[in-house]
């Protein structure tokens, strides 16, 4: 009883609040028309922070700020879509090169984390596979890497209880 008392003192997450990564969609906006990505695989957009080093008078280690932050992102979908062969197809032939939104949306009814929406702004493809196959393989995909110039978070994950006192 001892260890389930220092367990519950603690309080710790219950392991049904942890959000299934499967549980996910996404979709894009180009030029005004929204696309379901039920064929997406997978995503990873993250920020980078770029720092400067501060020398700080008085002290020997040098401090750092923050000068610039840049988004990019990887997704990998099943290759069933002309739409980014599209956009690279305009951008070589035409020299039109296409921006878009994407948002994603995290909810895993078992937890009570709740639901989470972001929107990638102004994504933009650095690159993707134009042709492929694999006589031993699978499936076609593609991996495309991306940058985006901003985001918002209409959704956010609650605070589950226990977080805060």
């Given at each position: 009883m001892?260890?389930?008392a220092v ?8 392991a ?35 720092k ?35 956009m ?6 035409e ?13 895993d009814?078992t937890?009570?984390a ?7 702004l ?13 006589a ?9 890497d ?18 805060t006192?």
């Amino acid at each position: 009883m001892a260890d389930a008392a220092v367990i519950n003192a603690v309080e710790t997450m219950l392991a049904k609040d942890v959000v299934s990564s499967k549980m996910a969609m996404a979709y894009i906006t180009v030029n005004g028309n929204r696309y379901k990505l039920f064929q997406a695989v997978s995503l990873e957009a993250k920020l980078d922070k770029e720092k400067k080093e501060v020398a700080i008078l008085g002290r020997m280690q040098k401090g750092n700020k923050a000068t610039s932050v840049k988004g990019s992102g990887k997704l990998k979908i099943y290759k069933n879509t002309p739409l980014f062969d599209e956009m690279m197809e305009k951008l070589t032939n035409e020299g039109v090169d296409t921006y878009f939104d994407m948002q994603v949306s995290n909810s895993d009814p078992t937890s009570d984390a709740g639901r989470r929406t972001i929107t990638l702004l102004n994504c933009n493809i650095d690159s993707s596979t134009i042709a492929a196959f694999d006589a031993d393989g699978d499936w076609l995909t593609d991996d495309i890497d991306f940058t985006f110039e901003g985001f918002k978070i209409p959704e956010n994950f609650k605070i589950l209880d226990g977080m805060t006192k």
